[in-house]
């Protein structure tokens, strides 16, 4: 119990690490004149966790000193430690409840980045597809399901392994009271050369909150002073003490990060209290455990909740409008379609004309992200019905293709076509019909006109094909069949004869 370890001595010992005694020396070194118990901190933290019973040691100098410090001390390792496991669990539980709502944050935000994907060209639709059902477009529900537990499963290792890496103190408080503190008054020599060394450490911590970088270089300075002053008088506690607390002030010290040339971070600060906390056995804890636990569950739940009703938010142009197609799941309980998003990840699914609705521009609107609600982009203008039928000639066959552009003068007649690429097959279909018809009529009446000259014939109808398009532009403009849908043609229809 009389002797105390040196660096040599711990080095000896390593296989009975309750022989390694914890060394404690009061030090006038606290901010506006405290008393700081030097030991390390790191030793302490050791035998906490792992509940041993070393040899306790105050070393002091002439004038007495009341031994409660060490215990006082010790008492705020444990409570730290056992803080900080319950700190962990709560994260665990924070993890394991965002673990819950992942999958449906992910796949909202997989339907958030389906909108501007369908504008690629070339895979646009096929990407906006995948995105938006969460791969349930190529692989059904089981892939869906696989690709929004990614990150949950991810989630969830990362919190086992967080408390399996924070042991907890299994009653190490009342196991380092059952060796008694000696009290040693041997560290007169010390504190006599140290004093001016302390008294310039006080001044640069007294009255102060927080450092800047400046400052903390110049503590971790003396601190190094400190802690080569203490290993020539063998006092271990204080050469463990001076060394963390060099050590902290120095990464305190470190010039700025460089974000771009010419401008830098914020240069570093340090919070004095935090760093001496360990060694002042008047620092009380700044957070309770009560108010930890809920501290860290409920931003972790608001910001989730956040980040999922932040998805709904979407901003239209005057051109544009958006059919929003709710979770079947959700419109219809019984239906089974579980996770069904319009076409359902497992397959296609039909739903109701009442259960739609259609936003149109401008402004920004929100509705509830996917999976709830599904979005589907509808152009109102210079929309495309490409025509392509057998041009009515006697010669080798060949193709006429028409390139129909129409706007959309009446969203609610147009939306009950459907989604808007059937809704641009269903006119496209309707155009060519009446197309073929009047093809028809406008080359019998040349033939008649024209005493059946086949060559006549194809020659009147190459040439004013661009102006019987406009004719039929005009008359398919007034027909109530397509007015009803709710579009309007543009002349000047861009046509192309090709050989079949």
């Known amino acids: 119990m009389r002797g105390h370890a040196t660096g040599a001595s711990v080095q000896g010992q390593p296989d009975d690490p309750a022989a390694v005694p914890l060394e404690y020396v009061p030090i006038p070194a606290g901010p506006n004149g405290a008393i700081l118990v030097a030991h390390d901190r790191h030793r302490l933290t050791q035998v906490v966790a792992r509940a041993l019973v070393p040899a306790r ?16 001390v010790e008492s705020k390792a444990v409570r730290q430690q056992r803080g900080l496991r319950r700190n962990a669990r709560a994260r665990q539980w924070a993890r394991l409840f965002a673990a819950a709502g992942l999958p449906f944050l992910v ?21 906006a597809q995948f995105l938006g059902t969460a791969g349930g477009s190529a692989g059904g529900l089981p892939l869906a399901v696989v690709i929004s537990l990614l990150p949950s499963a991810w989630l969830i290792r990362r919190a086992r ?5 924070r042991p907890g103190a299994r009653g190490a408080e009342a196991a380092l009271h059952v060796a008694p503190v000696e009290v040693r008054d041997d560290a007169e020599p010390f504190l006599a050369a140290a004093d001016t060394l302390l ?4 001044d640069l911590l007294g009255g102060r909150a927080r450092i800047d970088g400046q400052r903390a270089l110049r503590l971790a ?32 010290g470190r010039p700025p990060r460089r974000l771009i040339p010419g401008l830098y971070a914020r240069r ?49 142009s005057a051109d544009d409008a958006l059919l929003l197609v709710p979770n079947e799941a ?23 004309a009442e259960t739609l609705s259609v936003v149109q521009g401008p402004g920004l ?22 025509v392509t039928l057998v041009f009515p000639t006697e010669a080798e066959p060949e193709d006429l293709t028409v390139q129909f552009q129409y706007d959309v003068t009446d969203l609610t007649a147009y939306v009950r076509l459907g989604v808007p690429q059937f809704a641009d097959q269903f006119i496209a279909a309707i155009l060519r019909e009446g197309l073929v018809q009047l093809l028809a009529t406008w080359r019998e009446s040349l033939v008649a006109e024209l005493d059946g000259d086949a060559e006549a014939v194809n020659q009147e109808l190459r040439s004013d094909m661009q102006q019987f398009l406009n004719r039929f532009v005009d008359v398919a403009n007034a027909n109530e069949r397509l007015t009803g849908l709710g579009i309007i043609l543009k002349p000047q229809p861009n046509f192309g004869i090709e050989r079949t």
Do not use: C
């Open 161 to 165: 392994r967080v408390v399996q890496t």
């Open 365 to 386: 609107f929100w509705t509830w992200p996917r999976p709830i609600t599904d979005r589907r982009l509808i152009n109102l203008t210079d929309r495309a019905a490409p």
């Open 330 to 352: 959700a419109a219809f309980p019984s239906s089974g379609s579980v996770l069904a998003l319009g076409k359902g990840f497992d397959g296609p699914a039909q739903a109701s």
């Open 57 to 72: 040691t105050l070393r002091v100098g002439t004038d007495p000193h009341n031994a409660s410090l060490v215990t006082q």
């Open 221 to 252: 300075t003396q601190f190094d002073r400190l802690k080569r002053l203490a290993a020539h008088y063998d006092v271990a506690g204080v050469h463990a003490f001076a060394a963390d607390m060099a050590a902290q002030f120095r990464l305190a």
């Open 107 to 127: 796949a909202a935000l997989l339907g958030l980045l389906a909108i501007p994907s369908r504008e690629l060209p070339v895979i646009g639709q096929a990407v």
């Open 199 to 202: 008294a310039d450490i006080g």
């Open 268 to 316: 570093n600060s340090v919070h004095i209290a935090s760093i001496t906390s360990p060694y002042n056995p008047e620092a009380r804890p700044r957070v309770p455990a009560i108010v930890s636990v809920p501290a860290i569950l409920v931003p972790g739940v608001v910001a989730a909740a956040v980040i999922f009703l932040a998805a709904g938010v979407f901003r239209l």
